[in-house]
T-cell receptor, first 112, second 114 residues
């Protein structure tokens, strides 16, 4: 079956530090890959996506590249801000039904 | 600019009680989903509706039923609540049920069962 593995948190960084959150996946077929972000008390919001190998998704300074050879979709940002503090979820979608499989989430805390 | 609206936001039930969680979207999306979020487990799919008039089981359907009332609304019912169903429930929608379509989430219903 499909599965997504994320690095455990919490991850604590100083403002302007470089961020990497690792995500690897196992899937049948050719999945689409997503990063969602959840701010406290809110639902998930799409951060970025990639739908085929070597695609790079980007948004708000965040980037992730779909690496089929390493089955990875690591999230990166060059300089984090306090406002980036949230929980980040990696997810994959395959086949009919658009059923998403989520990782367990990684909490990011950014301090001044 | 409502997007996906869930009601209620919070609810406390006693074991054995029933209730219905409501979800409505105003984006004219075809597909809708119900997830539960538990600590350390990410989100797990309960049921989904690829289009109006169809529903299918997800990963954790036991103890739940759903109704796709029309294109806008998709409700989740707990017939006899159990403490194991204490969770945060999220409704989501997408334009189509293709794997490259992002899903849009509501703000969740926090449900406690005593």
């Amino acid at each position: 079956g499909n599965s997504v593995t994320q690095m455990e948190g919490p991850v604590t960084l100083s403002e302007e530090a470089f961020l990497t959150i690792n995500c690897t996946y196992t899937a049948t077929g050719y999945p689409s890959l997503f990063w969602y972000v959840q701010y406290p008390g809110e639902g998930l919001q799409l951060l970025l996506k990639a739908t085929k190998a070597d695609d790079k998704g980007s948004n708000k300074g965040f980037e992730a590249t779909y690496r089929k050879e390493t089955t990875s979709f690591h999230l990166e940002k060059g300089s984090v801000q306090v406002s980036d503090s949230a929980v980040y979820f990696c997810a994959l979608g395959t086949g009919g039904g658009n059923k998403l499989t989520f990782g367990t989430g990684t909490q990011l805390k950014v301090e001044l | 600019n409502a997007g996906v609206t869930q009601t209620p936001k919070f609810q406390v039930l006693k074991t054995g009680q029933s209730m219905t969680l409501q979800c409505a979207q105003d984006m004219n999306h075809n597909s809708m989903y119900w997830y539960r979020q538990d600590p350390g487990m990410g989100l797990r799919l309960i049921y989904y509706s690829a289009s109006e008039g169809t529903t299918d089981k997800g990963e954790v359907p036991n103890g739940y039923n759903v109704s796709r009332l029309n294109k806008r609304e998709f409700s989740l019912r707990l017939e006899s609540a159990a403490p194991s169903q204490t969770s945060v429930y999220f409704c989501a929608s997408s334009d189509r049920d293709y794997s490259n379509q992002p899903q849009h989430f509501g703000d969740g219903t926090r449900l406690s069962i005593l």
